[in-house]
């Protein structure tokens, strides 16, 4: 069995109309003896998650600690999701921790264990084989729903929460926001957030009381999540940091390919789309080509006033699980992945942006083979 199909395998096989099953994983867990056994960053949120969870390891790092940082997805491939200080783990890291989880006989049940639960098991197992100091976790989609919910964090970092997962996670923003702050529980310290919507704000006073610190970034839209995830660290730490390069492909992110100037980032909402765009027009003055993908339950309206002055090509995924049903404006390209690779970037012009969720992203990364093993 492959490492991607330990991971995979039940998500992929699971039955119509059946969800994840957290008390499965959880008997998994006490099965492989998957636990935290030192101090645990988590991140939630609806938005720059990953972001946060990098610099907040970074800043941990940086004091001389060893830290094991769990992600999702993967940049190019599932081993960026377990990193130890910043680098991918190897190949045969990942197999044989898909192997020890898949060793353990489960009885079946009604839900599956998903492949991020699974990556999150093995990411803290990882943490005790190389004697982390910290653990920091990103949660996939929720909160008190996901896997990092198994592992009580003593500090919990708080992106944005906006309408994302409606009808998943909540009915109403503020139902979203109560269960992203699931994963805040009595052995949390602090909760650090930035700045919220008052109903979001009151979900997480609600669930964190006195432990709510909020903070307020003198900066710029596109840097707020990294100071949050620094800041998060130095609630869990007294260490002083020194300063580190913090490498974050496809978070507006620049690259050479041939003649063109590409950058590429991943948002995901029209304000999103809006702001990068905003930047890419400030630092370079004029854009020739805009590479958009998002699928059918993302912000696409958005995206397409945000885009409307511009030349787009829209890209579609193979990925199964993802939609590209929704009518598109009649003057824009329309393309797929596995044609995107660096002749034909080169050929979009000298100054183009790429856009879209992080699976796009990663498949882009991955054709351009764009570098991703070290992170800081």
């Not at 991607?4 to 008997?27: C, H, M, Y």
């Not at 898909?98 to 699974?118: E, H, I, K, W």
């Not at 979900?203 to 999540?225: C, H, Q, S, V, Y």
């Not at 329309?334 to 660096?342: E, K, R, S």
């Amino acid at each position: 069995m492959s490492s991607d199909e330990a991971f995979f395998k039940e998500w992929t096989t699971r039955a119509p109309g059946s969800r994840r099953d957290l008390a499965r994983a959880r008997r998994l867990a006490e099965a492989v003896g998957a636990v935290a056994a030192v101090p645990v960053l988590t991140v939630v949120g609806s938005k720059g998650k990953g972001t946060t969870a990098t610099y907040a390891s970074a800043y941990l790092a940086s004091t001389g600690a060893r830290v094991v940082t769990v992600t999702s997805p993967g940049l190019r491939s599932n081993r960026d999701r377990i990193r130890v200080d910043g680098v991918s783990i190897s190949a045969g890291a990942l197999a044989a921790l898909g192997s020890r989880l898949t060793s353990v006989p489960l009885p079946p049940s009604g839900g599956y264990l998903s492949p991020a639960g699974l990556f999150t098991l093995a990411g803290v197992l990882h943490a005790q084989d190389v004697e982390a100091d910290y653990l920091v976790l990103e949660a996939g989609m929720g909160g008190a729903s996901d896997e990092v919910s198994l592992f009580p964090a003593e500090v919990v970092a708080v992106t944005e929460i906006f309408a994302e997962h409606l009808g998943i996670l909540g009915e109403t923003v503020a139902e979203i926001a109560r269960e992203k702050a699931g994963v805040i529980t009595p052995e949390t310290r602090w909760a650090v957030t930035l700045p919220q919507s008052p109903d979001v704000r009151a979900e997480l006073k609600a669930r964190a009381g006195d432990r709510l610190r909020e903070i307020t970034p003198e900066a710029t839209p596109w840097t707020r999540n990294a100071l949050l995830g620094r800041s998060a660290a130095a609630h869990l730490t007294d260490a002083e940091p020194t300063p580190v390069s913090v490498r974050l492909p496809a978070r507006f992110s620049h690259h050479d390919i041939g003649g063109t100037r590409l950058i590429i980032d991943s948002p995901i909402t029209g304000a999103g789309v809006r702001m990068s765009i905003d930047r890419a027009l400030a630092e370079w003055g004029g854009v020739d080509r805009v590479l958009l993908c998002l699928p059918d339950h993302k912000d696409l309206d958005g995206a397409i006033e945000a885009l409307k002055d511009l030349p787009v090509t829209f890209v579609r995924l193979p990925d199964t699980h993802l939609n590209f049903t929704r009518p598109l404006p009649p003057d824009w390209d329309v393309t797929t992945i596995d044609d995107v690779d660096a002749r034909y970037v080169e050929a979009l012009g000298g100054r183009v942006v790429a856009l879209g969720t992080v699976y796009f992203t990663g498949h882009l990364l991955d054709n351009l083979d764009i570098p991703t093993d070290h992170l800081f």
